[in-house]
């Protein structure tokens, strides 16, 4: 990573993001230990994770989207993150401000647009949320897995606000029953007026966020699949803004996913010394 290289430092509903702009900076600048030494809130600048906004893209696609957790792993896509870069591409005129915005990531292509500040993304069709054997314990209910372009494990409670999720969320995040490469973890409850609460356990940032775009979604639809809630469903973050998720839902699939929610330009740096 080049000493004076720019960054902007984005917000989904406190999820937060170090995004770079792929005209001035390549995708192999992107090493593990530079993204580490830049995610680190107290040596560097300090993020959820890294973007990348690479407008060397295929024909109909406006940039192609990298990204990488704050460990320095690769993710195949991050919807809080998409929201962010959809936004961001508008302000830097990568995308256009009025209208859509097609990016290509690891999980398929997306396409986000803004309206009056706000990003929204619509995401590839997925199969349903399915239910899934896990060590779950007393308070924790009805475990579903699902892949919204990012693999999550969904269990209710009663109240989010109990869960001890330093504790439980490494064990479950790893559990066997979800694959290889494990799955983040949401735990959802009611709220008020009809709405819901989250708290996610991230991989890849090995501990909880205060949002999870991907994560909204699955909470969204495993709770009408358990007939908790129908389209479009509020889910309220653990930084206290709120995540809007809607979709069809066909026999085999649940189709026009859309999520909406903040994507707010925190501030723009420059990258002093690190190492690459």
């Known amino acids: 990573m080049n000493r004076g290289t720019v960054f902007y430092k984005m917000s989904g509903s406190g999820n937060d993001f170090l995004m770079f702009d792929g005209r001035y900076v390549e995708c192999s600048a992107f090493t593990p230990e530079a993204i580490r030494r830049l995610c680190d809130r107290r040596m560097g600048a300090g993020a959820d994770g890294v973007a990348l906004l690479d407008p060397k893209a295929p ?15 690769v993710a195949p896509m991050c919807g809080n993150g998409a929201l962010c870069a959809t936004r961001l591409a508008t302000l830097i005129e990568i995308g256009p401000a009025d209208g859509p915005v097609r990016f290509a990531t690891a999980a398929g292509l997306h396409e986000g647009s803004v309206r009056d500040g706000r990003p929204s993304i619509r995401l590839p069709d997925c199969p349903p949320a399915q239910a899934v054997q896990v060590a779950v314990e007393p308070g924790e209910r009805d475990p579903h897995l699902m892949t919204p372009s990012v693999p999550h494990l969904v269990i209710l409670v009663d109240d989010v606000e109990g869960v001890e999720l330093e504790r439980r969320g490494p064990p479950l995040r790893s559990d066997p029953a979800l694959g290889a490469g494990g799955a983040n973890v949401n735990w959802v409850s009611a709220a008020a007026k009809g709405t819901f609460r989250m708290r996610t356990y991230e991989r890849g940032v090995e501990g909880e966020t205060l949002a999870c775009g991907t994560g909204a979604v699955a909470c969204a639809a495993v709770l009408a699949e358990k007939g908790l809630a129908k389209p479009p469903v509020k889910v309220w973050t653990r930084s206290g803004l709120p995540l809007e998720v809607s979709w069809e839902r066909k026999p085999s699939a649940l189709t026009s996913i859309q999520l909406s929610g903040e994507g707010r330009m925190v501030f723009r740096g420059i990258v002093g010394d690190i190492a690459s």
């Open 59 to 73: 024909a109909g696609v406006h940039f192609v989207f990298h990204f990488w957790n704050s460990d320095g792993s």
